[in-house]
Every structure is written in structure tokens, then in C-alpha cells.
């Protein structure tokens, strides 16, 4: 499943960034879409998703009241709103889309490339 991500960059701490995944409409209609990330030395963790293709959102402990997951059903996007950021953040970001959603990275089965985000002053 082709994902393309987008909007990483460097940021302030207490700064925002909003990242864009973009599929193929055949993926969007098909699987749900969630994010995950991988920081330095660590293993790839969840941040958020959708639910088996609804509206119903989950998210990390770690991201609740900072991080927004949105979807753009007629571009067959999902966006990702990160405000209040933290050095902790930062780490590569990856869209994913799999069956159901969720926190268990194996119901994922197409992964796209990664944006960075960096936190730091």
C-alpha cells in the first residue's frame, strides 16, 4: 500500500506541526489509518489512529491533548495536528494502514517512508 508522508520539520519546544499522509483511494476505503513513531535507540511506538474506519480515534497516553488525528475522506488523507510539542517527540513519524487500527502495529500491512520531526531549541 503506497503512503506518502508529510510536513516534518524542525520545531521549537511548545511549537505545532501538522502532518499529511496521503494513499490511494483504493487504500483510504479499504484499511484504517493510523501513525505511529520510532525515536532514537528506541523501538516504533503507536501515537494514533482511527478505529475500523470510522471516526472513533485512539491515542498514545503519552500524545492525549496534544496530538489530533483528522481524515480528509474526498483527498484520502489523514493528517496528524501535533501542538505543545516536547523534545521527546522527536522521532521519525510513519503513517500506516492496516485492519481495525489501533495500538498493535502487527494489524498493519502498508507502511510509508517516515518524516522526521525535531523538537529543539
Known amino acids: 500500500e503506497q503512503l506518502v508522508e508529510s510536513g516534518g520539520g524542525l520545531v521549537q519546544p511548545g511549537g505545532s506541526l501538522k502532518l499529511s499522509c496521503a494513499a490511494s483511494s483504493r487504500t483510504f476505503n479499504s484499511y484504517t489509518m493510523g501513525w505511529f513513531r520510532r525515536a532514537p535507540g528506541k523501538e516504533r511506538e503507536f501515537v494514533a489512529s482511527?478505529?475500523?474506519?470510522?471516526?472513533?480515534?485512539e491515542y498514545a497516553d503519552s500524545v492525549k491533548g496534544r496530538f489530533t488525528i483528522s481524515k480528509d475522506i474526498a483527498k484520502s488523507t489523514v493528517y496528524m495536528e501535533m501542538t505543545n510539542l516536547k523534545p521527546e517527540d522527536t522521532a521519525i513519524y510513519y503513517c500506516?494502514?492496516?485492519?481495525?487500527?489501533?495500538?498493535?502495529?502487527?494489524?498493519?500491512?502498508?507502511w510509508g517512508q517516515g518524516t522526521q520531526v525535531t523538537v529543539s531549541s
Open positions: 482511527f478505529r475500523w474506519g470510522g471516526s472513533t480515534t
Open positions: 500506516a494502514a492496516g485492519l481495525g487500527g489501533g495500538s498493535n502495529e502487527n494489524v498493519y500491512n502498508g
